[in-house]
């Protein structure tokens, strides 16, 4: 190595910790979120400096509910955002509100769990096996709900479950565990938009912080939501948790950041200083095993960011779930932020999403393969990721070995289901035709029925 080459190396290692991104467009940013402990790398960006640190002053502002999130978003009210790794690409196609988006990384994976309440959990543990501990053994399977679907259709009653938003990764684990399990969680059509059509269970929207009030209320029966408000059932002795999300798909991707294509456009050091200071906060999270998250949880628990007890929040943030009141099991994928390339945005994670709105309807016709491939390399952005990786590597921030810049974008096929149904991104129809319930890949609904 020459001497200019050793300083150059020395220089990059040594002097850039603090040194801000070139070229800022627009420094002063609004940022949107849901009060959801997966809106951690925001916060602690955010609060351990590193959004200043890139040359960013950043407000973070709590949304109200998923759509107006968007809507703002798209509007340009705000300028990016916590979000659905489906509400970007449904945007895209043109499903609900319509906008160009980009995701530059992946903020999580996991995070979601399925609860009930306490009356359908005592209809469903008769019938559940026990493990060496005399605890339901898991993963436990929508089959268990059947004889609460059958109590409630003796009285006449719909069995109704809480969502989170149409386009969620909620929605579509809800709707694949009750699949797998035998029952038919309905379709979407280009004249219905419930969800409902032919349902044995009528899944309908709640936001994440009133899920645990609404199934208090009795409105609905069970919900699929991110935390803290899986746990807030347990603490409130409403509700049981029966099972995670990485139960149902293992390593499932969950929320993205999103962006206007414009505005990533029009501002390309932004968005570069933006993901740099993500990913450092992604990385602290899930670094030395977790070690982190204690101090993640406190500041989680502030009324500006999740603002439920911390308790509650390190019930999941730290490495446990708890089920059953008492039931506590290690967790430690629970939440994913960095590890395993989880901030990685992988198109194959983009089309799973895709074949799950086409499954259910969401995508009223037919699409080739080719079709899934270029809409999620429009929304998804590995390039923009490994710029923002590769600067943070150059300036000492982060080491190489941290990172896969995986060639293709697509991870290798997998199993990993509660069904053991083989996924490989690359061939999306054939998946969507191995499914045994929804729509095949040539199948539409017209008049409330399917059509081949």
Known sequence: MTRAALLLSVALIAAPALAETQGIEKDSLTLGFIKLTDMAPLAIAKEKGFFEEEGLNVTLEAQSNWKVLLDRVAAGEIDGAHMLAGQALAATIGYGTKAEMVTPLSLDL???????????????????????????????????????????????????????FPVSPHNYELRYWLAAGGINPG???A????????????????????MPATLEAGTIDGYSVGEPWNQAAVAKGIGVPVISDDAIFKMNPEKVFGLTKAFAEENPNTVLAL???????????????????AEAVAILSSPDYVGADAAIIANSMTGTFEYEA?????EPDFNVFFRGNAAFP??????WTLTQMRRWGQIAEARPDSWYDETAKAVYRPDLFQTAAEALI????????????????????????IDGVAFDGTTPNTY?????????????????????
């Open 110 to 164: 996991n995070g979601n769990a399925i609860t009930v309440s306490n009356a359908v959990w005592e209809l469903m543990k008769p019938g559940l096996a026990l493990d060496a501990n005399g605890k339901p053994a898991h993963p436990i399977s929508a089959a268990a709900l059947k004889p609460a679907l059958e109590a409630w259709a003796d009285q006449g009653k719909a069995f109704s479950m809480g969502m989170v």
């Open 275 to 293: 993901t740099k200071a993500l990913i450092r906060a992604q990385i602290w999270l899930d670094e030395n095993s977790n070690a982190n998250r």
């Open 187 to 189: 379709l979407y059509s």
């Open 346 to 351: 992988y198109y194959s994670d983009a089309v």
């Open 191 to 210: 004249d219905d938009t419930s969800g409902q059509i032919g349902a044995e269970v009528l899944l309908s929207v709640t936001p994440p912080p009133q």
């Open 432 to 452: 969507i035709d191995s499914l045994t319930i929804g729509l095949k890949a040539s199948q539409t609904v017209q008049g409330g029925e399917v059509t081949n």
């Open 326 to 330: 008492g039931d506590k099991r290690d």
């Open 394 to 417: 150059a300036e000492g921030k982060a080491s190489a070995d941290m990172f896969d810049f995986d060639a293709d974008g697509y991870r290798e096929p997998t199993s990993a289901f």
